[in-house]
């Protein structure tokens, strides 16, 4: 029996961040194979795949075909315990795809070779390094065309603002590909792929020395010698390789592959597992001190909330990252918003879209607890008898805004209740403007979907129909006023630049474009604008 400690060592819980289609799912997919935890591709949330009517919880879901929240991935491999935390991307794009990144260790950030760093991967990127998380990066689709690998790198270091280490190069491009050099070893992976997404077939490695006659008949002369070039030029202008560095996010080692035909993916996974980090500590803020992984009480956070799994009950399943000790399923735990203890009725661990329960789980690993309405996002269960509270999640920034109104003024009541509750639940955020009462309800979101889910909840749970009126801001800055409390009415904005609260007092200010935000900022030097709300960490 391994103990506490080579258990929680042998975790790698990380999330995977890319822009929709960039080859999230596929990489994701790939790398279960190899595991050997699944057996034919299609199986992982697969856009043709059966399995989405598991969780058809929501009448969305069944008539989308989409799951509406994220689930997280566990896997064994080469002594490795791997959590891949799932993060919509697509039309499910929602703020819980940001906070799943609060749970994860480390990121892979996936990379259309011939896109480059695209809308979505920014903003994942930035809740990243927020943290200060390490990130991998994957560049995809190499056997197709793609833009040339220097001008990729140095896109990565000036839109997100990282440095570059590239761990191999690509040999080719589009129909030149021939594979990949990787740096470490000077060996070539030689690409054999005919463009066929084989699930198993493994990709030969050739020892071969640059210079090698042998080698222009492996990748061609006219590869080589271009090869060559960018290896001197790399090795020349290059930093050393910076461990230290990778593990503070602000270098990301680089591997160009192919998920499609499993180029370069095997490699990707044993050099991830090398480099990215086992469970560390999470600071206590209530005393400032770390709470290492390894330290036998139990800890844990609350990061997400899904409702309604079952249609039939009202009860939610709160996501729960453990930070430290062993979770045991029907343990008593203390709840530190609730000051109370409880009993950690259900433990659910996720397996694509099946649910199963789970009877242990260790730090680094997620549970999903029964909530029958108790947990809010943020908030810390430890062992009873013990007091440990960690930083709460961050708030997004929402894209899309809309004003919503009850279709029956007469339930007035129950909106209000259903608006609230929904809101501190995370489903939605919701702003009044500056001055007003909830008469004048504003909804955010991050994703349009919230909108649906928010009308649909609203109806079967709260019976009350709402109108949506869309708004034309699509982008917020919360106040900082850590330097002093801020006169809202003197603020010099544009006339489309709107003042509003959040359900905290928080102050904020919504935009139509960055034109209006510039001005802002360029005409009130003194206003600080955070893209994060409640960031305590
Ligand atoms: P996502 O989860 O990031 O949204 O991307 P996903 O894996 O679904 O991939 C998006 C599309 O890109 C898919 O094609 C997929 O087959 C393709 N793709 C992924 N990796 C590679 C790669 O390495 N090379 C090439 N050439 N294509 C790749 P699709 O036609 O949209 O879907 P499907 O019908 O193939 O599933």
Redesign the pocket.
Known sequence: MPSLEEEISSRRTFAII????????????KLLLYTGTIQSAGSV????SAKHAVSDWMDIEKARGISVTSSVLQFTYEGHCVNILDTP??QDFSEDTYRTLMAADSAVM?I?GAKGVEAQTVKLFKVCALRGIPIFTFV?????ETRDPFELMEEIENVLGIGTYPMNWPIGNGRTFRGVFDRASRHVLAFEGD?R?NATKRVAEVEAELGDAALDELIGEENHRTLMDDIELLDGADHEFDLEAVRTGKLTPVFF?????N?GVEPFLRDFLRLSPAPGPHTDSLTGDPVEATDPDFSGFVFKIQANMDKNHRDRIAFLRICSGKFVRGMDAFHVQGDRKIKLATGTAMMADDRATVDEACAGDIVGLFDPGIFSIGDTLCKVGRRVQFAGIPTFAPEHFARIEQVDTLKRKQFVKGMEELAQEGAIQIFREYGAGMERVIVGVVGTLQFEVLEQRLKSEYHVEVYRSPLPYNLIRWIDEKDGEVDMRSLNLTRETLRVEDMRGGKLLLFTSPWNLNWAEEHNPDLHLSEFGNVTF
């Open positions: 890319s822009h929709p289609d960039a080859g999230k799912t596929t990489l994701t997919e949330k697969g856009k043709a991307g697509h996936v259309d995809n689709k190499l056997d197709h463009g997404a592959g192919s998920a499609l035909t180029f």
